[in-house]
């Protein structure tokens, strides 16, 4: 059974750079046809989508968070990771990564979600 | 950029119909999935390519998607179905969430 499980620090200061990683087990992140994803949902609020990864690099970003975001994987560990630079509260949510399917140009939904990893940015 | 609308709360009574809407611009020519997420909870896939449903998830929950609007119905509600629930498009390479709504069992 694939189980997805997000670590980092759960504090950041303000105008630094959060970090987390998405470690997959129950399968290859390397050699399947899935993207792999991180959402954040800040307290309080809804979902907000901030990007996407193919194994083999290809990546999608939220426009608005674009100039901000980098996400890489790491075939070798299994393993995918988040960057998100000068960091506000406003960036402030739980963070949860997540496997994607998608079926075309017009599809793209997330069956594996992790249980979420919350990130607080304070002095 | 795109953009899909939810009503942000729904009430049912248990054992009835239960329908929420998410709207967006020929939101029918696209695919949408809708996810339900529970108090201290992840989000889990419920309906995805409009109407079929995710593994494990019961038969009480139907998915439509036609026009502008994409509706998730919920038959015999019960009161474990209360939660919030997130539609998702895809539009231009990007995730599009709707703002979710909260469905209340009174």
């Known amino acids: 059974q694939l189980q997805l499980q997000e670590s980092g620090p759960g504090l950041v200061k303000p105008s630094e750079t959060l970090s987390l990683t998405c470690t997959v087990s129950?399968?290859?992140?390397?050699?399947?046809?899935?993207?792999w994803g991180w959402i954040r949902q800040p307290p309080g609020k809804g979902l907000e989508w901030i990007g996407s990864?193919?194994?083999?690099?290809?990546?999608y970003y939220n426009p608005s968070l674009k100039s901000r975001v980098t996400i890489s994987v790491d075939t070798s560990n299994n393993q995918f990771s988040l960057k998100v630079s000068s960091v506000t509260a406003a960036d402030t949510a739980v963070y949860y990564c997540?496997?994607?399917?998608?079926?075309?140009?017009?599809?793209?939904?997330?069956?594996?979600w992790g249980r979420g990893t919350t990130v607080t940015v304070s002095s | 950029s795109y953009e899909v609308s939810q009503p942000p709360s729904v009430s049912v009574s248990p054992g009835q119909t239960a329908s929420i809407t998410c709207s967006g611009d020929?939101?029918?020519?696209?695919?949408a999935c809708w996810y339900q997420q529970k108090p201290g909870q992840s989000p889990v896939l419920v309906i995805y390519?409009?109407?079929k449903r995710a593994s494990g998830i019961p038969e009480r929950f139907s998915g439509s998607n036609s026009g502008n609007t994409a509706t998730l119905t919920i038959r015999g509600t019960q009161a474990m179905d209360e939660a919030d629930y997130y539609c998702?498009?895809?539009?231009?390479?990007?995730?599009?969430f709707g703002g979710g709504t909260k469905l209340t069992v009174l």
């Open positions: 997540a496997r994607g399917s998608r079926g075309g140009e017009i599809n793209y939904y997330m069956d594996v």
């Open positions: 129950g399968g290859p992140i390397s050699g399947s046809s899935y993207y």
């Open positions: 990864i193919y194994h083999s690099g290809s990546t």
């Open positions: 020929k939101l029918g020519d696209k695919y």
């Open positions: 390519e409009d109407n």
């Open positions: 998702q498009a895809w539009d231009s390479s990007t995730v599009v």
